[in-house]
């Protein structure tokens, strides 16, 4: 594929993963956040187990520590999104959400333009928090910030693992750990419900938007463009979820809350694009939503 298309196919992985979200939003009466996330991380685990095994049969090496630190962060990250998800537009939950890896390239920007990035975030998050007509659940955005928080720490703790494992493995670790802690909660929360054909069918639809098809896209993209382009590409999620949630679910955002939609994908953009070939926001900061 041209070079210059790249991108492009980038968006359409990041509109994959918000339309996954918002089937997740459709879900979640049906079995609640815990149930959503037990259902994607474990067919994301039956995708990516065999995928990783076939690595580990030619002698590769496990890490379980770095393993299992992942698969915590992703779990967490999930609940926390979801819950959100549960309370929240979907635009304003990523955009708090994206706030996370944010904070982590302006804080390993070292820079003064890093600071100026931050103020813009932080006039954006100004700006949700003053939405007047659109009023934001206080729970749903300490759960939003909580999922920004294990972002920050899911992009960590993927590039160790990717450094200590080559392949899928790390992530077919991590979706397994989430799988094993989150199941046995949504098990005692739904029940039965949980093995509905019609919610399996829709858990399905969620890992394969949210996970399977994103994932593919950015192993495709990142052979053929540059990190700092593919950074900057993703910095544009919470636009990207805002739009989603509107034309999917019918979530129309106050002019205040699209204007801080605005900012904070802006300083997003803005703290990529000033590292110049040294993004802070590499491909690990694809959320997992």
């Known amino acids: ?47 990516l187990v065999p995928l990783a095994w076939r690595t580990v049969r030619r002698g590769a090496r496990l890490s379980w520590p770095a393993g299992l630190l992942f698969g915590g962060a992703l779990a967490a990250m999930n609940v926390f999104f979801y819950l959100a998800l549960e309370r929240l537009p979907l635009g304003v939950t990523v955009t708090i959400e994206f706030l996370g890896p944010l904070v982590l390239s302006v804080v390993a920007s070292r820079s003064w333009r890093g600071v100026l990035w931050a103020v813009l975030a932080g006039s954006g998050v100004a700006l949700l928090g003053g939405g007047g007509a659109l009023h934001l659940d206080p729970l749903g955005v300490l759960f939003a910030v909580g999922a920004g928080v294990m972002w920050a720490a899911y992009i960590l703790t993927s590039r160790a693992a990717g450094a200590a494992m080559p392949g899928v493995i790390g992530l077919a670790i991590a979706a397994c750990v989430g799988a094993v802690v989150t199941l046995p909660v949504a098990v005692a929360v739904v029940g039965s419900a949980l093995l509905s054909p019609s919610v399996l069918l829709l858990g399905l639809a969620v890992a394969v938007l949210s996970s399977a098809i994103p994932y593919g896209i950015e192993l495709a993209a990142l052979r053929r463009m540059r990190a700092e382009v593919f950074a900057i590409v993703l910095a544009l999620a919470p636009a990207i979820a805002a739009v989603a949630g509107l034309v999917l679910l019918g979530q129309s955002l106050t002019w205040a809350i699209g204007g801080g939609i605005v900012l904070v994908t802006a300083a997003g953009v803005g703290a990529v694009a000033s590292q110049g070939r040294r993004p802070v926001l590499p491909a690990e900061a694809l959320p997992a939503e």
Do not use: D, K, T
């Open 1 to 47: 594929m041209n070079a210059y298309a790249m991108p492009l196919l980038v968006l359409l992985g990041l509109a994959c993963q918000e339309a996954g979200a918002a089937v997740a939003v459709h879900l979640i009466p049906e079995v609640g956040p815990w149930g959503v996330v037990a259902l994607r991380l474990a067919f994301s685990a039956l995708v």
